[in-house]
C-alpha cells in the first residue's frame, strides 16, 4: 500500500481529477446563474406588462369617475329630467369587463343615481371606508376602497371612488364604481404559473385584493406588519427573495407600484420551481464529473497496480512452464504444437510411446519424418486448412510404434498472430479406440431398437418392478413432453400424468395396476397433459406384465394410443350439426330447439318474447367489388357485434346468406325488443375494415311478439321477416315492427317513445 500511494502517476491522476471537478463545478454553478437570471428577467417583464394593462384600466375608470363627479356637483343637472339626466351623468363612463355599475351617492350615503338602472337602488353605502373618507374631508382625488362583498350582487368586489361638491365647496356625496375581484383572477389564470408561484395584488397599506391562483380566502386581510410589505411600501419597484407570510415558502419576489395609485403589484415565484431544473443537471452534471474522477484515480490505481503484479507474474512465469510441462507429458494424448513450415515447437511424452521418438529429438523434426509419406498424405488436407485459419476435427485410425491399430480423433487448432496470420497449429490427438468400439456395439443395439419401435405408431412406456420409467420411445416423448433420456428414473406416475377425460380426478396409473396384479389391463381412456406446453392428448393405455424366467414381475409396458383427434373429429361433427361453420352461432336446428323452450317458459310465465329477422342493406355490393373472401369476412364481423349487443341468454342465429335471426325470451313487451333493435343499430353503425378498406354497411329489421304475433317459432319467423322486407322497403336502416295481418308495419324510430303500435325509440 505505502509503494501505491509513493508511485507518481497516483498523485498525477489525482490532481487530474482534482482539475475535473472544479471545470464541472464552474459549470454547473454558471448554468445556476443563466437559470435565476432567466427568472428574473421573466417575472420582471410579466409585472410590467401587468403593471401597464392595470394602470390603463384604472386610468380610464378613473377618468371616467373624474366625468362623471363633475356632472352631479353641477346643480343645473340635477333638475333635468331623470332619463336626460342619466344620459348626461353616465354618457362617459366607463364600460369594460370586470367593471361594475357606476354608483351616485348623496351627503347620506343613499344610493340616488344608478348606471345600470332607471331607478336607483334602495342602498345606503355610508358605512363604507371610501365614503367616511370623503365625508370627513381627509381625502382628495380617486380612493381605492377596502375589497368586500357587494351589496347588490354578493361578489367580492374593488370600490374606487371620487367625491362631488356643491358649488360652495361643501361635501354633496361620492362617486362608486367596483372592479370584480375575479376579473383579476381571470386576468392571471392566463399564465402559466407553475406550483407554488402566485401574481398578489396588494393596497398600499397591505391589504390583500387579489392572490393568484390561492382563491379567495386572504382576500381583505391586512399584511401590514410582514417584512415583505414594509419592502414594498419603502421601495417603489424592485426584486427580492424571502418567505411568504402567509406559506413560509422561499420565492423570488419582483413588485412594482401600479401607476400613481395606492396599489402594489408583485410576482413570487417559488426558488425551488426557478432551480427545478438546475437540480436534474447539477445532479447530472456533478454525477458524471464525479465519476470521470473516480474513473481517472481508478484507472490509474489499476495501472500502478498492474505495474506491481507484471514483476510476480514474471516469477511465476516459470513456475507455470514448468507445471505445464508436466501436466501435457502426464496426459494420454499426444499435445504437440507445429510451425506454418509444419517444425515441431513442442511434444509431450506421448510422442515417443505412440511413434517411438523421443520428447527432446522432437523440436525442429518435419510432420512428414514423424509420420511417414502415407500417414502425412492422409493428414494434408487438414493441415493445409488449418494453417489458412480453420479448426480441423477428425477422425483418423493408424498403427503405432508396435503395430497396435489405433482409432485416434485428431484436433488441429490455427494459431493466428496479430494480423490474423496462421503462425502455427496446436495439435491433439486422443487414442478413441475403445469408445469407438463401445459406440459400435450401442449403436448396433440401439438401431435395432430403433427400428422395431419406429415401426409402432403408438406410444411405449415401460418401467421396472418399482415403477421408475426406464424407456419412452419417439411418440411417447412427443406425447408426455419428455425425453427419454430425461425421465429415466422418474416415477412413471410423473411422467405418464393420466387423468380423467373431464380432469375431475387422477387415474390409477395402468402400469403399476399390472405390476401388482400381475396380469394385463385392459385400455382405458383418459387425459395425459404435456409436460412444457400443458397440451392436453386423449389416451387410450393398455399395459402388460414383463415376467422373468421364473415368473415374477420385473416391470411393465403400457402401450398408449392417441384419440384426440378421432374424439375431437366427433365433437366437431356434433357441434356443424348446430353452429354456422363461418359465424359459429347457433344455426336453424338450435334455433327450433331454443325457442320451443323459451316459448314454453313465457307461456307459464305470462311474459313475453321476440323474434329479430336481420339482414345486411348492401352485402351483395361488397361481394361483387371485394370478393366472397372479404364478404365472409364481413359477416364473421358482423356476428361479433350482433353477439355483444344482446344478453347471454339472448340467441343470435345465422339464418343463410347476409339474413341473420335474434331470440330474445322472457320480456315484458315491446320495449326491451326495441331498446335492443338500437344496441344492434349503433353496434352496426361503426364502418367495418374490410381488405384493408373501411366499409360501413346497413341493416335492416323486423320485429315480431309473442304472444301478439304468433305462438309458434314459425308464426313469429314470418311474421318478422315481413316486418324486416318492409324496413327494407321504405328505405333500409331501420326497424319495423310487426302490427298484424294487413296491417302495415310500424317504424321503429329513433327519437320516439315505445309503445307497441305505435312509433318507438331505439
Not at 29 to 38: C, G, M, S
Not at 265 to 290: C, E, K, P
Not at 592 to 600: K, V
Request: glycine letters at 10%; aromatic letters at 8%; a negative charge.
Amino acid at each position: 500500500m505505502r509503494q501505491f500511494f509513493s508511485h507518481r502517476l497516483f498523485w498525477l491522476a489525482l490532481l487530474v481529477s482534482l482539475g475535473i471537478g472544479a471545470l464541472f463545478a464552474r459549470s454547473i454553478w454558471t448554468i445556476r446563474n443563466d437559470e435565476w437570471n432567466y427568472a428574473a428577467q421573466s417575472n420582471t417583464q410579466l409585472v410590467r406588462s401587468l403593471d401597464q394593462g392595470l394602470g390603463w384600466m384604472l386610468d380610464t375608470l378613473d377618468k371616467s369617475l373624474e366625468g362623471v363627479a363633475r356632472e352631479v356637483g353641477r346643480p343645473e343637472v340635477w333638475g333635468l329630467p331623470p332619463e336626460l339626466r342619466a344620459r348626461v351623468v353616465f354618457d362617459n363612463s366607463f364600460q369594460a369587463r370586470g367593471a361594475g355599475d357606476v354608483l351616485v351617492l348623496d351627503s347620506q350615503g343613499d344610493v340616488v343615481l344608478d348606471s345600470g338602472a332607471m331607478e336607483p337602488r334602495k342602498l345606503n353605502l355610508g358605512d363604507r371606508d371610501y365614503f367616511v373618507a370623503f365625508q370627513s374631508g381627509g381625502h382628495q382625488g380617486l380612493f381605492v376602497g377596502q375589497p368586500v362583498p357587494s351589496r347588490a350582487t354578493g361578489l367580492n368586489i374593488l370600490p374606487l371612488a371620487r367625491g362631488y361638491y356643491h358649488p360652495d365647496g361643501s361635501f354633496a356625496g361620492v362617486v362608486v364604481a367596483a372592479i370584480r375581484l375575479s376579473y383579476f383572477n381571470e386576468i392571471f389564470g392566463a399564465l402559466d404559473l407553475g406550483p407554488y408561484n402566485g401574481i398578489n395584488l396588494l393596497r398600499s397599506d397591505g391589504v390583500v385584493i387579489s392572490r393568484f391562483p390561492y382563491g379567495d380566502l386572504d382576500v381583505g386581510r391586512s399584511l401590514a406588519d410582514s417584512p415583505n410589505i414594509r419592502r414594498f411600501q419603502q421601495e417603489g419597484s424592485g426584486m427580492f427573495v424571502a418567505n411568504a407570510a402567509v406559506d413560509g415558502v422561499e420565492r423570488l419576489y419582483t413588485f412594482r407600484h401600479v401607476g400613481n395609485y395606492p396599489l402594489i403589484l408583485n410576482v413570487s415565484q417559488s426558488t425551488d420551481s426557478i432551480l427545478a431544473r438546475w437540480y436534474r443537471s447539477a445532479w447530472g452534471l456533478g454525477g458524471f464529473a464525479l465519476l470521470l474522477m473516480i474513473s481517472c484515480v481508478g484507472l490509474a490505481a489499476l495501472f500502478v497496480r498492474e505495474l506491481t503484479l507484471r514483476q510476480q507474474v514474471s516469477a511465476r512465469l516459470r513456475e507455470a512452464e514448468h507445471n505445464t510441462r508436466t501436466i501435457l507429458d502426464n496426459m494420454p494424448s499426444m499435445i504437440g504444437y507445429w510451425d506454418d513450415g509444419l517444425r515441431n515447437r513442442f511434444a509431450n511424452k506421448a510422442y515417443f510411446e505412440w511413434f517411438g521418438v523421443q520428447a527432446e529429438k522432437m523440436p525442429g523434426m518435419h510432420l512428414s519424418d514423424l509420420l511417414g509419406a502415407d500417414l502425412f498424405a492422409h493428414n494434408k488436407p487438414f493441415l493445409d486448412r488449418a494453417l489458412q485459419g480453420e479448426p480441423q476435427v477428425f477422425e483418423c485410425t493408424f498403427s503405432d510404434v508396435h503395430g497396435v491399430a489405433r482409432h485416434a480423433m485428431a484436433s488441429y487448432l490455427p494459431d493466428p498472430d496479430e494480423t490474423g496470420k496462421v503462425r502455427g497449429v496446436f495439435v491433439q490427438v486422443t487414442d478413441i479406440s475403445e469408445r469407438k468400439r463401445l459406440e459400435d456395439e450401442q449403436f448396433n443395439e440401439k438401431e435395432r431398437m430403433r427400428l422395431t419401435l419406429q415401426s409402432i405408431g403408438d406410444a411405449v412406456v415401460s418401467a421396472d418392478a418399482r415403477g421408475r420409467v426406464t424407456y419412452l420411445n419417439p411418440v411417447a416423448e412427443r406425447l408426455t413432453g419428455w425425453q427419454a433420456f430425461d425421465a429415466a428414473g422418474h416415477d412413471v406416475d410423473e411422467v405418464v400424468h393420466l387423468r380423467s377425460p373431464d380432469d375431475a380426478a387422477r387415474h390409477i396409473s395402468p402400469l403399476r395396476q399390472t405390476m401388482e396384479q400381475g396380469e394385463a389391463v385392459e385400455a382405458v381412456r383418459g387425459v395425459v397433459v404435456h409436460r412444457t406446453s400443458g397440451q392436453r392428448f386423449l389416451v387410450e393405455e393398455t399395459s402388460s406384465p414383463i415376467n422373468d424366467r421364473h415368473g415374477a414381475v420385473t416391470g411393465a409396458v403400457a402401450v398408449l394410443r392417441d384419440v384426440t383427434e378421432s374424439v375431437a373429429m366427433a365433437e366437431r361433427m356434433a357441434h356443424l350439426a348446430q353452429y354456422d361453420a363461418l359465424t359459429d352461432l347457433p344455426n336453424r336446428v338450435l334455433l327450433q330447439d331454443r325457442a320451443q323452450l323459451a316459448i314454453a317458459q313465457a307461456r307459464r310465465d305470462g311474459k313475453s318474447l321476440a323474434v329479430m329477422y336481420l339482414d345486411l342493406d348492401g352485402f351483395k355490393a361488397v361481394n361483387d367489388s371485394l370478393g366472397h373472401d372479404v364478404g365472409d369476412q364481413l359477416l364473421a364481423q358482423f356476428a361479433q357485434r350482433l353477439k355483444a349487443a344482446v344478453r347471454a341468454t339472448d340467441t343470435v342465429c345465422r339464418q343463410g346468406g347476409d339474413e341473420f335471426v335474434v331470440l330474445l325470451p322472457g320480456l315484458d313487451g315491446a320495449v326491451p325488443a326495441c331498446n335492443v333493435a338500437r344496441k344492434i343499430l349503433a353496434a352496426c353503425d361503426a364502418p367495418f375494415e374490410l381488405a384493408g378498406e373501411w366499409v360501413r354497411v346497413g341493416l335492416s329489421g323486423g320485429i315480431a311478439l309473442y304472444p301478439e304475433h304468433g305462438d309458434t317459432l314459425d308464426a313469429l319467423s314470418r311474421h318478422a321477416d315481413s316486418a324486416m322486407y318492409a324496413a327494407k322497403h321504405s328505405g333500409r336502416r331501420r326497424f319495423m315492427l310487426y302490427a298484424g295481418e294487413g296491417v302495415e308495419p310500424v317504424p321503429v324510430l329513433p327519437d320516439a317513445a315505445t309503445e307497441p303500435g305505435v312509433e318507438v325509440a331505439i
